[in-house]
């Protein structure tokens, strides 16, 4: 067998208990954007007018500024200004995370705005309050038309997270550098690399795609992939 495919054989394990950690990094991230991006998205759209300009700023910011420069504040700087201890890996999800919710904010932006003005107003005229009324009338129906550019986000993410391998966090391009290194096969391991990275791709935006398809609004166009 050749040495380059025999190289990849045995690194296979290694790297695909890399892949595991990769996922976990960037499910761990949306869910974290998620929780932050929703609310952030809701303010910026029935918020009160002093609030929206500093969730615009929020956006601006985290979607202004390199990742691995977030990486290096959070983990070197804000955590040893402030005697944290963090490891890696939480330092990873969270940064990821709070990108990812600048994202994912316009993304549930963009869905709510897409609804008829006339649904807040309905809910309104059964007595229920704007808060009942975005919770049980806007959300359910904004987070199904954002599966889509959930999608995207998805993509984004899992490419971004190789990134954290510059922090010490062992997914899978961390993993590839350290078998590449004792093994000299850099070719065909960074090739098998970018080879799970296609297949995680191709698997959540599969996933994703779906779960659009079940949850999908009749009467709503929903994209193809």
């Keep these: 067998m050749p040495e ?8 296979l394990p290694y790297l695909l208990e890399g892949s595991f950690v990769t996922l976990v990094v960037v499910l761990g991230a949306m869910a974290f954007g998620f929780c932050l991006a929703v609310p952030l998205a809701v303010a910026q759209v029935y918020g009160p007018r002093r609030l929206q300009p500093l969730v615009a700023l929020y956006v601006w910011f985290f979607r ?8 290096f504040l ?6 040893t200004a402030l005697d944290i201890n963090l490891s890696a890996f939480t330092v990873a999800v969270v940064v990821l995370g709070l990108i990812s919710a600048a994202y994912q904010s316009q993304i549930f932006r963009g869905a709510i ?3 008829p003005e006339g649904q807040l107003k309905a809910a309104r005229a059964l ?3 704007d808060a009942k009324g975005i919770l049980f009338i806007i959300l359910p129906q904004a987070l199904r038309l954002s599966i889509p550019g ?16 510059a922090l010490g966090v062992t997914e899978i391009m961390a993993r590839t550098h350290f078998v590449a290194t004792r093994t000299y096969q850099h070719m065909p391991l960074y090739a098998a690399a970018g080879v799970i990275f296609l297949v995680l791709t191709w698997l959540g935006i599969r996933g994703l795609r779906f779960l659009e398809q079940k949850v999908r609004i009749p009467g709503y166009s929903h ?3």
């Design 113 to 115: 705005l897409s609804l």
């Design 74 to 79: 959070f983990y070197f700087g804000l955590c």
């Design 223 to 225: 994209h193809e992939f």
């Design 150 to 165: 959930w999608s995207n986000e998805y993509s984004i993410i899992l490419k971004d997270s190789a990134v954290t391998y």
């Design 127 to 129: 007595g229920m309050s």
């Design 4 to 11: 380059p495919l025999l190289a990849v054989l045995d690194a």
């Design 64 to 71: 202004g500024i390199p990742l691995l420069v977030f990486l």
